[in-house]
């Protein structure tokens, strides 16, 4: 990873970023595609800054080469940085067919001084108005994030910052955290760590608490959809009863048999129970 964020250990423990060749990506991919392979995962820490250090495609062409190029049914990629998240990018995401209308991109905080002090490169509005195109694009979008409090210097309003966005962006999931000091980072050096621990245990329960009304309410609207569903394992409950994972890489249980394993299924969400959606296969 190339950005530094200042608590991120990850670019000294890692390195920098490498691009692999979009050739060898292909051949890998169509290799997978002869084993019966349905969905590729494309991963990097930065993976939507592909192709940055190279005279090779960027990294919306690379999914449009991947769908072109490959049998593979769905494509799928994290995790992407907000920064290097485009407006060509949202456009293939949106037309595309085979990208995955799944995005996990983490925002850290709602203050646009936090973010600064996080060393983000990017403003907080910049990120709503990204995730609110493609939100408008793709209903079907599944958004999931992380988000760190009692980061150094936040404030109460820098909190009330980040409490805004959840409530404006409403994410389908979230990653939730409280800061914690990691060594030889530029914020342990540089930053201290002066948000109190029973504040920060604090906001990170009001956030979690929010963020799983939010998530619960999301969830309730995708009953009645029909999601394409790759059949993964039979549940642990029971050996009719199978649990999937959708092309927005939402997870879902159905009853099915092991046949059921061969294809891509169409189910359709019926029930949302105990914090899991349940649906039955209608193709
Ligand atoms: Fe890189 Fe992610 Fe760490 Fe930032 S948080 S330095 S983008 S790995």
Redesign the pocket.
Known sequence: ?N???S??I??YLRGREVSRDSGEIIEDINNLVKLGVKQATLLG??VNSYGNDTNDINFPSLLKKISNETDIKWIKYL?S?PKDFTDELIEVISTEKKVSKWLHL?VQSGSNKILEKMN?KYKIETYIEKVMKLKSLNPELNLTTDIIVGFPGETEADFNDTVDLINTVKFDDAFMYKYNIRENTFAAKELGDDVPEDEKLSRLSKIIDLQRDIKSENKKKRIGSILEVIPEKFSKNSDREILGNSAEDLMVLFQGEEKDFEEILKVKVTQLKGGSLFGEIVD
């Open positions: 990873c950005n530094f964020c608590y991120c990850v670019p820490q930065n995790s940085h983490a983000r």
